[in-house]
């Protein structure tokens, strides 16, 4: 029994690293020649593996989007939620509820930082009608939905809001939108430090009692 938990162990590790290569390779190649130029055989010549290993070990094309766009997001490839890291649950703990916004702005910053270099990309692509690319936006705007909705329930009940739970988490999910970043980063030259400043403030005044 000792023998086959070794073995089992193992080959655990052994598809983990494959699949990390491959969603490293994936990634190099989405950023450098876009969703749509990228082929699953590209991607598993350059993970030095078999196309159906990457079908094995991640899925099809999309999968493999969208798991190099959680990792980006994530910064590692754990199968743990934004909401239950390190991170979040220290931003849910704050003392008083501009902290609390400041540490989400904080945490939408790191975000931010990962994920930029693909953005433009997804969202120049799903704009052009890529049915995958669409697919991904539309659940990653989901899974935003969710998060903010988490952080103005946290707000409500522990300090109180100024607008209904349901308007706030809406206002949050409109500041956090990766088009706003783009705007403000990429096409106003903003600096991510300035970035962060303005979403935490503008998060505050919008929802926050005066």
Not at 29 to 51: K, M
Not at 187 to 206: K, S
């Amino acid at each position: 029994m000792t023998g086959r938990r070794y073995s089992s162990a193992v080959r655990a590790e052994q598809t983990r690293a494959t699949r990390q290569r491959v969603i490293a390779a994936a990634q190099a190649l989405f950023l450098r020649r876009g969703y749509t130029g990228a082929t699953v055989e590209a991607i598993a010549a350059r993970a030095g593996c078999s196309v159906q290993t990457v079908y094995n070990t991640v899925g099809g094309k999309a999968a493999v989007l969208k798991a190099v766009y959680d990792t980006m997001l994530a910064g590692d490839i754990e199968p743990v939620a934004m909401l239950e890291r390190p991170a979040a649950l220290a931003m849910r703990a704050a003392p008083d509820p501009r902290e609390l916004l400041a540490r989400y702005a904080r945490m939408g910053r790191d975000i931010t930082e990962r994920v930029l270099p693909l953005l433009p990309i997804l969202l120049s692509e799903g704009a052009a009608g890529d049915r995958d690319v669409k697919a991904l936006i539309d659940t990653t705007e989901a899974e935003r939905a969710i998060g903010t909705a988490t952080v103005a329930a946290t707000l409500q009940e522990r300090f109180g809001l100024r607008v209904s739970v349901e308007e706030a988490a809406d206002v949050l999910w409109t500041l956090t939108a990766p088009e706003v970043v783009l705007r403000l980063v990429h096409r106003r030259g903003w600096t991510l430090d300035r970035f962060e400043r303005w979403l935490a403030e503008a998060m505050a005044d919008a929802v926050l009692p005066r």
